[in-house]
């Protein structure tokens, strides 16, 4: 299992969560951007810079990912493909994506887009509470126990 971040947007917290997870467990971790990114120093750990533009680095994600994968993203499109494609997609607020809730996230996420076109004044997800932190640590660390078995 790999482990890939959609890292443009994600929080600087989740990916040091990240990063402890990477080498306490010996897992292969890359982070996808389209800036460059300093990682640490790590035989898991790894940044790749994608060419700027519209959701480069979402199709370099949805190029690489193999079924069973765990991608880290808040973007609701690219978890809808990912969980098509058989990867498990996690939030930085620590939701699970599923077959069974990411048609709902997509409809409310056009909902909201539409809204926010037709000029309603309606503000972007709240900062990152340390509540957000501890929800992503656990559903990590519970998807990863299942994953690697008793």
Known sequence: MHIWV???ACPGVIKDILFRV?????LPLTLVANRLLRVPPSPYIR??????????????????VAGGDLV???????AATLIDKGAFALSPRGEFYSSEN???????????EGMR????DIAG???????????????????LARRRGP
């Open 125 to 143: 997800p709240a900062a990152l509470s340390q509540a957000d932190r501890q929800a992503f640590a656990n559903q990590l660390d519970r998807f």
């Open 72 to 78: 880290v993203t808040a973007d609701i499109p690219l």
């Open 6 to 8: 959609d890292a443009d």
């Open 47 to 64: 940044a790749l810079q994608v060419p700027k533009g519209f959701d480069v680095a979402d199709a370099e994600i949805v190029e690489r």
């Open 22 to 26: 990477a080498e306490r467990l010996q």
């Open 102 to 112: 990411i048609r709902e996230r997509l409809a409310l996420r056009d909902f909201m």
């Open 117 to 120: 076109g037709a000029g309603a």
